[in-house]
């Protein structure tokens, strides 16, 4: 059974960073496509970084481009989703999403498991 668990987020000002962490259970990292997605009230869930399982490619979206980086350490089964420069509009539930073949894919219905969530919160 899979299993994602995230963990990091918080009230942080604007401007701030925050690092989210997200550790699998139950999947084959080799193969598996990790993203991070997050939902904002009263909106769909938004892509905002994925990267392939060997870690070798990351793609994000242009609203969070130069701001988070996402990166996966797979000895640990774990994925980081590193957020700087955050602003209000950034606050959010994110979830950490696996699908377990490539390619790295925008659309959250293509995703096979989730996590439970976190909640950003960006102060101005």
């Known amino acids: 059974q899979v299993h994602l668990v995230e963990s990091g987020g918080g009230l942080v000002q604007a401007g701030g960073s925050l690092r989210l962490s997200c550790v699998a259970s139950?999947?084959?990292?080799?193969?598996?496509?990790m993203a991070w997605f997050r939902q904002a009230p009263g909106k769909e869930r938004e892509f905002v970084a994925g990267?392939?399982?060997?870690?070798?490619?990351?793609y994000y979206p242009d609203s969070v481009k130069g701001r988070f980086t996402i990166s996966r350490d797979n000895a640990k089964n774990t994925v980081y989703l590193q957020m700087n420069s955050l602003e209000p509009e950034d606050t959010a539930v994110y979830y950490c999403?696996?699908?377990?073949?490539?390619?790295?894919?925008?659309?959250?219905?293509?995703?096979?498991?989730w996590g439970q969530g976190t909640q950003v919160t960006v102060s101005s």
């Open positions: 999403a696996a699908r377990a073949s490539p390619p790295i894919n925008i659309l959250s219905a293509n995703y096979n498991y």
């Open positions: 139950g999947l084959t990292s080799s193969t598996s496509v």
């Open positions: 990267i392939t399982s060997s870690g070798a490619r990351t």
